[in-house]
């Protein structure tokens, strides 16, 4: 689904991925991310993660949903990837 020519959300079956797309210099997409630290919308591209701060705007649930969306959008679209560096896991015997 195009949200405008520079953005698109695309909903895939289980398991539940949603992707949205920005046109920047660097393709990326925002992507739900379920770990053991964390769970919520990051970057598909470097170690940037979505937490609002803050109360959500809003009257209903509707209303409280829109605002969290927005927030994340304009946040993700923001955002610098070089600036947040995916943190390298290392694996222990």
């Known amino acids: 689904m195009a949200i405008s020519n520079r953005m698109t959300i695309t909903l895939e079956p289980l398991p539940l991925v949603i992707r949205i797309t920005c046109v ?9 991310t379920n770990t ?6 990051g970057c598909s591209d470097c170690g940037w993660k979505f937490k609002p701060s ?9 209303e409280m949903k829109k605002d ?3 927030r994340r959008d304009i946040e993700f679209a923001a955002h610098v990837c070089v600036k947040h ?9």
């Open 54 to 62: 803050g109360a959500l705007a809003g009257d209903s649930l509707d």
């Open 85 to 93: 560096a995916r943190s390298k896991v290392t694996k222990t015997r």
């Open 68 to 70: 969290y969306e927005a």
């Open 24 to 32: 920047t210099t660097m393709p990326r997409t925002l992507e739900w």
């Open 36 to 41: 053991k630290n964390f769970q919520g919308f």
